[in-house]
């Protein structure tokens, strides 16, 4: 069910999502999967960003983020906390996000994750754009492209290039 919720949340049907990952978690509760139910509680939250209830999202990526580090799961922990930091971000509490960011801008380079490293980066990048700071916004924007291209991630690639447009093409008006 979680599989298919996944699915569903790829496809754009939300709430059809939820259905799903409401119906798995007492499976993985059940099973004594707490990883399982961490990941369910993760993409529970990535829904509810989806439907535009942040502060739901952010219940429920508290809660992923509480198993993972139980489980000592870092990959878990730290996207768990860029997706706290980007629901501070939207709700304009910047310097809670920045924390968030880069806590875990922090476990992705002791875990030695570049992938997570340079998402951490990209969001940073983003919630520096959004606080006005444009120095630290490029200074991160540069970094995570540059840890993309050492690992050959040009989807990475291509977010932060949209991004580094979007903050460069305000710097003209």
Not at 113 to 136: F, H, I, P, T, V
Request: aromatic share 8%.
């Amino acid at each position: 069910m979680g599989k298919e919720g996944d699915i569903y949340c790829l496809w754009g049907f939300s709430d059809q999502a939820l259905l799903r990952y409401k119906n798995a978690l007492p499976l993985f509760l059940m099973a004594g999967d707490p990883a399982g139910r961490a990941a369910v509680l993760n993409n529970m939250g990535l829904a509810y960003i989806n439907l535009g209830q942040k502060n739901r999202s952010r219940q429920y990526f508290e809660s992923a983020l509480e198993l993972y580090r139980l489980l000592g799961d870092t990959t878990g922990e730290t996207t768990a906390l860029i997706n706290l930091g980007a629901v501070y971000k939207h709700r304009h509490d910047v310097p809670i996000a920045l924390d968030f960011l880069n806590q875990a801008l922090q476990l992705a380079r002791t875990s030695g994750d570049k992938s997570l490293e340079a998402g951490s980066l990209n969001a940073l990048g983003l919630a520096y754009a959004d606080y006005g700071d444009r120095d630290k916004a490029l200074q991160s924007y540069k970094s995570a492209l540059a840890t993309y291209q050492s690992i050959g991630d040009s989807r990475g690639d291509a977010e932060v290039l949209r991004n580094l447009r979007r903050l460069l093409s305000n710097d003209s008006r």
